[in-house]
Structures are given as C-alpha cells and as structure tokens.
C-alpha cells in the first residue's frame, strides 16, 4: 500500500511548540510517500477523508497513529437574525486566553504528542490573535449581568460567501453563540457558516445540528 504526497514543513508551529513540524499533502502527482521524506522531523501531520481506508492503511505502515475525528459541518445563514453581542477588545484578552486555555486542553494538540499545557497554550494564542484580527477576524463575546464573560465564539471570513466559526465555548451558552455567529455572517451577507469540531465532541455536534447545520465531511488526524 503506497501513497503519493508531498511533506510540507509547518514554520509557525515549529516556532511556537518548539517541534520541527511538517504536515503532508495528497497529491497524486507527488512523488510516493516514504519514511525518509519524513526523517527529520519531530512531529508530521496527516488529515484524510474517513472514506480514504487505503490511506489510513499506508500511512500507518509508515509509523503514523490515529489521534482523533473530525467532522465538518455547514449552516445556511438565514436572511434576519436577532442576536445581542459584543465585539470582544484588547481588554478582554487576558480573561479570553485563560478561558481558552482552559476550555481547549484537551485537543489534538494533547499530551502525548505535545507537551501537557500546549494545547492550552496554542488555543489561548488563537482566541488573542481572533481579538486582534489576525486569523480570525473577530471574537464574540456575551456576558453576565455582572460583565464576566460567559460564552464568546471567533469567526472568520472565507472569500465573498462563506465564513468558518474558530473557537466556539461557553457553558449553557452555545445557542446564543451559534445565533451570534450567524448574526456576524448575515452582516456581511454571506451565504454559509462553516465550523468544524472532533468526532467524540458529542455536545458540540447536537449543538450545531440543532442550530440547522449538516455534515459536510468527516476525517482523522494522524501524527508521527
């Protein structure tokens, strides 16, 4: 079983966990995949389609693992959508990132492929780039009657039609984010949002098929 693909070297992943990382790239008219092309190298990623069983097989065979699924879903935006939030700033990073530290420990970035705070780290890096507009364009927030923050969701827009939530997270909160999010879409009449969420997620994937999201496409994360 054999695989064609190309190894792309991951620059600012490498700067920020401090692993020489590379992810790679299908291709059939890439030369075949092979484990000197991946010498070298502390960490390799590889995303598949579930569907691609051949893959998953060669890829193995050259020493990758399965870390988890991925599902990936779609919603139409509707026309009028209601929805109270607040543009999250500069003030609100510090309580963002220790929220997002906290609520994304536990991702494919995880022990005991990365250090046992790099999951954390890396989503506390996400939320204050959404916050600044770097990557994502923007972060949502709600709060309570208090001011603490409650729920917040970063978006970010994908051409002239579509937009893709980034990190989604608030207890008791995700039906007002999910309306949020669709809220910062209609605004700038786009036509889908997108977001994506691990397969063992089950709270999350209720979530966005109960908001009027579809599955897209399903796929694993392999890492060697």
Known sequence: MTVRARVEPLDWESQFFGLQSAIVRFDDDAPELTADALAGRARVQAKIPAGRADWLDALQQL??????????????????????????????????????????????????????????????QWIENAVRGTFDHQCLLLRTPAGDIRGYVSLRQLGETDARIGLLAGRGAGAELMQAALGWAQARQLKTLRVATQTGNTAALKRYIQSGANVESTAFWLYR
């Open 63 to 124: 020493g990758f693992r399965l870390v988890e699924g991925e599902v990936d879903l779609s919603l139409v935006v509707p026309p009028d959508v209601t929805v109270r939030a607040e543009v999250a700033g500069a003030d609100d990073i510090p309580a963002l990132r220790a929220l997002a530290a906290r609520d994304f420990a536990l991702s494919r970035f995880r022990a005991p492929w990365y250090a046992p705070q790099d999951s954390g780290r890396f989503y506390a």
